[in-house]
């Protein structure tokens, strides 16, 4: 028989993940819309997946099936795989993201709870520097059509034509655009001014996932799933960044709103960099995590080889997560001083 | 360069005089190791290590001369503190030793004890009270359970009593985590 | 008024209703009453009857121990049948001391007399109140006596009194605010006499309007201009001294630090009113008011005499039939009894019934997400998941600098815990440990010291022993000599008696054989002391054959044990 408390909120690890899974639905809704349905194929791609390789890792470690694949998140770490992966990367890229994610990024660190990285960025880094020719297939404005994405996924497709179909995301274009070989002349300016893939702020479509990802992302703070401290400080100090920066040379770099719309920023700033398992959890640690991850993803968007940063960021900050909740540990009632130092 | 080495020279010589003295102003009265060492020991003093008490014991540890698995009152904490500490590898309780046992406490029976004062000479801590040929008896609080008086009685009239729980030592378990179905037969 | 808030903190459904329809009803007294001598915080009083003694209602039955101890008396008139160890209310099952007397029926009293404390000086007073039982009836039990000292400058700023009663279900001081506000008060001024308070507020959560009418009113009633009752808001544990005190005054009182030292001090509406009682009607603490509910026909409220079995007091109130288990105090903090036959103690503000649609077994655990959903209830501002990964590594060192003492126990963690971890499981059994490892480590320390002692005194015996031994023998060496001197006169003399002696003493040597070596002298001399020295044991005259074959053999067993004891020791006395 249990001690008390006997009361307890009906809260589970599964309705938070449940929910986070939800709130990322109207950004799937605004994919599915502009890019077409290539991500839901990808998502049920990456759920099967880790559905699968989470059961035998269970199996094979003996812990019960049915509370842990049913907690939901496995499924959370499938989908966000899913939506920072390009939807016309081949399906055993995607499978194979998932099975490293869920295998060796979750499960060889201990399984729920105690993985040091975020799975699905560790899956996300690791391909894109084994595979970055698949990791650029990200689909073009004009929709292609569902059989043909199916095709491209599973190889059908005729090489050859794959280039036309597939175009560069936004971030990708500004940076080809700025390194190419005339680059003295190119500003950001005139990179994106003759780019079909740029929008009202960022990249067209793009800056609607995002908008999508938002909306998610504020219902789960409402719902308290997460707290205002981790996006915040990430979008904030990647807009104050940009910001600076685009003021000061607006020909070498972009300004705020096109990196908090374009690329993944607003599905890291409200799903990633808060998965709770491997981000700081102080208050104060939370807001320095998530500013240092902002300031790793500016860095590498603009000055490093690869087009989109947050991964890389969102890791090197994980490492770092010990450190920070050591030296924020909040003051306790009735003590004068932070820390976690003993008291006479 | 001769100027060099000299000065080199003479900071060496500068040096050393300094620590030297500092080595003798300074010394640390005791072995601090060996203290730290008997700090874990439980104090049982029961000479069960092979070690006429807790101290020579530690002492013995600290030169490397004696393992850190042979103090059963002490038992698998002790042994992992020690481990620690030492910085050696754990190993379990050396069954020459003795085994761990719950703490118990002597209990004379005062009917029988002839007031022989063998036990007053046995005990270790001064735990028991009396006087050639009156009753003695055990100071339950100083008693550190280390048997040492039992076989010394001639009359056989020393009892170790296990220590019984009470609600001021009863103790909260550790949880139990139930994550794994329990399997029935 | 300005009120203060404190962080985290959680609003589970509070259940109240039930038990604040009906008001406080008496419940009977019992045939047989158990009164646990142990009963607060502090050593166990002594107990001051034995099995056959008369006693009267109200007369002190056990002695407070020492000043950290309060007594305890009988609650009724009666006889002791015994004292004796019986089952305690304590999720332990374990028993402990207990004077158990029959009641007479006549509940005859005690000569009650006022205790005038206006004429007495502040010790004598806090005397009465330890000798007249009074411990905080909250559910803390930490004896009132100890906390009337006003502090620093001998004035206290705020007297603050405790009527939050944030924990769901329990409605015992709801009822006694409502029903007798002006004993209340009249003890409220004791303890701001006492105390010299500045100021008294009286904290009551803002769901009990008819307790903060009734408080008020009796305020009012008594022209008090330095009393304030104070409704804060509903929130569990606004109940907690350090919350309330925090809410009404702003006051953060670290753990460990004595409230008086920061200008407040904190007493419960009910100890208030047993203060009221033992000094103005020289009545000691021999009843309170229990709630019973949860899982009954008829929750409700009873003043019940200490010692009542719980039982008795259950049964009043129709326990449903799928009643599993008895908790002591509510859902939040209680604990689960073993036994239904344990006494009512004044610790105990209200009896729950359980089952397993009110109170349903936790979700299987899951592991630690770091959500900090924990951290955010914490009223007390820690980090429960860092305390809970330490508690459950056992690596308690590390608990206690994330200031695992800190923690009240108030489960709001647990309530939250998505991952449905008993959080404060691991935190009660990460103290008992620590507690349990600083009284191995008293002990140890106190075997050392007293180890050491004794080798320094057997160093400090052996020395003085080899320097009497070696006066001894300087004195007989003496002696010898002397006695070789008329040997040697005797030898001149030619009678040759002690020759033989002498011969058979020393080697067949090369010297005069009639000429004794000094040596042997002195081995004579010894023995002869020692012949003289050894007494025959009084008892060991006229002994019967068996006895003595018994006596040899217990000395052949002493040789040898002392062989093994002292195998580098001769036989010594
Ligand atoms: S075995 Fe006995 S004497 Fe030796 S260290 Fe342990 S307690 Fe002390
Ligand atoms: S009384 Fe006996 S068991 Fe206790 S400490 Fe002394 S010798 Fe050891
Ligand atoms: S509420 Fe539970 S799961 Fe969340 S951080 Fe606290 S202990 Fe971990
Ligand atoms: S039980 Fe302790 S750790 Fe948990 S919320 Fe209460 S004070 Fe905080």
């Given at each position: 028989m249990n001690n008390s408390p006997y009361l307890r909120q009906a809260a589970s690890v599964q309705s938070v993940m449940l929910r986070v899974l939800l709130a990322l639905l109207p950004g799937i809704a605004a994919y599915v819309w502009f890019f077409g349905a290539a991500i839901v194929l990808q998502i049920v791609l990456a759920s099967l997946t880790a559905l699968a390789a989470e059961a035998l890792v269970l199996h094979l470690r003996g812990k019960p099936l049915a509370i842990f694949l049913t907690d939901g998140s496995a499924l959370v770490t499938a989908w966000l795989i899913a939506l920072s992966f390009p939807p016309l990367a081949p399906w055993w890229l995607v499978v194979l993201a998932t099975l490293i994610a869920i295998i060796v990024a979750k499960h060889l660190y201990g399984g729920l709870g105690q993985n040091p990285f975020n799975p699905a960025m560790v899956a996300f880094a690791l391909m894109i520097v084994a595979y970055p020719q698949f990791m650029s297939r990200w689909p073009g404005t004009d929709a292609i059509d569902f059989a043909t994405q199916w095709q491209i996924i599973f190889g059908l497709h005729a090489n050859q034509t794959l280039d036309a179909l597939t175009m560069a995301t936004p971030l990708d274009a500004l940076r080809t655009a700025l390194h190419s070989t005339n680059a003295t002349t190119v500003t950001v300016a005139s990179a994106l001014a003759h780019n079909p893939a740029i929008g009202l702020m960022a990249g067209r479509g793009w800056e609607w996932v995002a908008a999508g990802h938002l909306v998610g992302g504020l219902w789960l703070v409402q719902q308290r799933i997460i707290t205002w401290h981790l996006p915040t400080a990430f979008l904030a100090t990647l807009f104050l960044l940009a910001g600076l920066a685009s003021t000061i040379n607006p020909s070498e770099f972009a300004g705020p709103l096109f990196h908090l719309f374009g690329g993944g920023a607003m599905l890291a700033a409200f799903f990633i960099v808060t998965d709770p398992v491997s981000a700081a959890t102080t208050p104060y640690g939370k807001l320095i995590f998530a500013a240092g991850v902002a300031l790793l993803t500016w860095i590498i968007r603009s000055f490093g080889a690869y087009p989109d940063g947050i991964a890389f960021a969102v890791l090197l900050m994980n490492i770092a997560v010990p450190l920070i909740d050591m030296a924020t540990q909040p003051r306790v009632f009735g003590h004068k001083k932070n820390g976690s130092n003993h008291h006479g | 360069m001769l100027a060099a080495l000299l000065v080199m020279a003479l900071g060496a010589v500068v040096l050393g005089a300094v620590l030297g003295f500092a080595a003798v102003k300074f010394r640390v009265e005791g072995d601090p190791l060996t203290e730290k060492i008997d700090a874990i020991l439980p104090q049982t003093q029961c000479g069960q290590c092979g070690f006429p008490g807790c101290k020579p014991y530690a002492a013995a540890m600290a030169k490397g001369e004696a393992d850190i698995n042979q103090c059963p009152p002490g038992g698998d904490e002790g042994i992992r503190k020690l481990a620690d500490l030492l910085g050696r590898e754990y190993k379990p309780l050396s069954a020459e030793h003795g085994v761990e046992k719950p703490k118990a406490l002597a209990v004379i029976d005062e009917q029988r004890?002839?007031?022989?004062?063998?036990?007053?000479?046995?005990?270790?801590?001064?735990?028991?009270?009396?006087?050639?040929?009156?009753?003695?008896?055990?100071?339950?609080?100083?008693?550190?359970?280390?048997?040492?008086?039992?076989?010394?009685?001639?009359?056989?009239?020393?009892?170790?009593?296990?220590v019984a729980e009470n609600i001021t030592t009863w103790k909260w378990k550790y949880p139990v985590v139930a994550i794994k179905p329990v399997t029935t037969h | 008024m300005q009120l203060f808030d404190f962080n985290g903190g959680v609003t589970p459904d509070y259940h109240k209703e039930a038990s604040t329809q009906s008001p406080i009803a008496v419940s009977p007294a019992p045939t047989f009453l158990v009164i646990p001598l142990h009963q607060s915080i502090g050593g166990t009083p002594r107990p001051l009857v034995s099995a056959g003694d008369r006693v009267l209602k109200g007369q002190r039955i056990g002695a407070a121990d020492g000043d950290m101890s309060s007594a305890i008396h009988a609650s009724t008139s009666g006889h002791v049948v015994a004292v004796e160890m019986r089952r305690m209310p304590h999720p332990s099952g374990l028993s402990a001391l207990c004077v158990v007397i029959k009641a007479d029926g006549r509940d005859e009293w005690i000569a009650r007399q006022s205790f005038d404390y206006r004429s007495h000086t502040a010790a004598e007073t806090r005397d009465y109140l330890r000798d007249a039982g009074v411990v905080g009836l909250g559910g803390a039990v930490f004896p009132t006596h100890l906390k009337m000292s006003p502090g620093k400058g001998d004035k206290l700023d705020t007297l603050i009194i405790n009527g939050a009663e944030c924990e769901p279900f329990i409605t015992c001081d709801d009822l006694l605010m409502r029903e007798r506000a002006e004993a209340i008060i009249q003890g409220v001024v004791i303890l701001r006499d006492l105390l010299a308070a500045g100021r008294v507020l009286v904290g009551i959560e803002d769901n009990k309007p008819q307790a903060v009418a009734a408080m008020t009113a009796?305020?009012?009633?008594?022209?008090?201009?330095?009393?304030?009752?104070?409704?804060?808001?509903?929130?569990?544990?606004a109940g907690g001294a350090k919350q309330l005190i925090r809410v009404l005054t702003g006051i953060e009182v670290p753990h460990g630090k004595r409230s008086t030292d920061y200008g407040v001090q904190c007493f419960n509406v009910g100890t208030a009113h047993a203060i009221h009682e033992a000094i103005n009607l020289g009545q000691p603490l021999i009843s309170r008011i229990v709630t019973v509910a949860g899982n009954v026909a008829a929750p409700r409220n009873y003043e019940v005499l200490l010692g009542t079995s719980m039982e008795a007091l259950l049964t009043q109130s129709q326990p449903l039939p799928d009643t599993d288990r008895l908790i002591m105090g509510g859902p939040m903090m209680g604990v689960s009894l073993p036994s239904k036959d344990v006494p009512v103690v004044k610790a105990t503000n209200c009896i729950l019934a359980g089952s397993k649609k009110l109170f349903p077994p936790p979700p299987p655990e899951m592991p630690c997400i770091r959500c900090g959903e924990c951290a955010t209830a914490c009223p007390a501002d820690l980090q429960p998941f860092e305390l809970y990964w330490f508690s459950r590594a056992k690596i308690f060192g590390k608990a206690q600098e994330y200031h695992l003492f800190d923690c009240i126990e108030c489960g709001c963690c647990s309530y939250v815990c998505p991952s449905h971890i008993p959080l404060v499981d691991y935190y009660r059994f990460a103290k008992s440990e620590i507690w349990a490892n600083e009284s191995e480590k008293a002990a140890a320390d106190q075997a050392r010291e007293q180890y050491e002692f004794r080798q320094l005194r057997e160093a400090r015996e052996a020395q003085e022993k080899a320097a009497r031994l070696a006066a001894r023998t300087a004195a007989g060496r003496a002696a010898a000599t002397n006695a070789l001197a008329v040997a040697s006169d005797a030898t001149s003399d030619a009678t040759p008696a002690a020759a033989p002696v002498a011969k058979s003493a020393t080697t067949p040597a090369t010297e005069p054989a009639q000429t004794p070596s000094p040596q042997a002298a002195l081995i004579a001399a010894a023995l002869e002391r020692a012949r003289a020295q050894q007494v025959q044991p009084a008892n060991t005259t006229n002994l019967t054959p068996e006895q003595q074959a018994e006596i040899a053999a217990i000395e052949a067993r002493r040789a040898q044990i002392r062989a093994q004891a002292h195998p580098h020791l001769p036989p010594d006395d």
């Open positions: - | 004890c002839i007031g022989c004062t063998l036990c007053i000479q046995a005990c270790p801590v001064d735990a028991i009270v009396g006087a050639a040929k009156q009753m003695h008896t055990v100071i339950a609080v100083q008693c550190t359970g280390c048997e040492l008086c039992v076989p010394v009685c001639p009359v056989d009239c020393i009892d170790m009593v296990p | 009796a305020v009012q009633a008594g022209g008090h201009q330095d009393m304030a009752v104070v409704a804060v808001p509903t929130r569990y544990p």
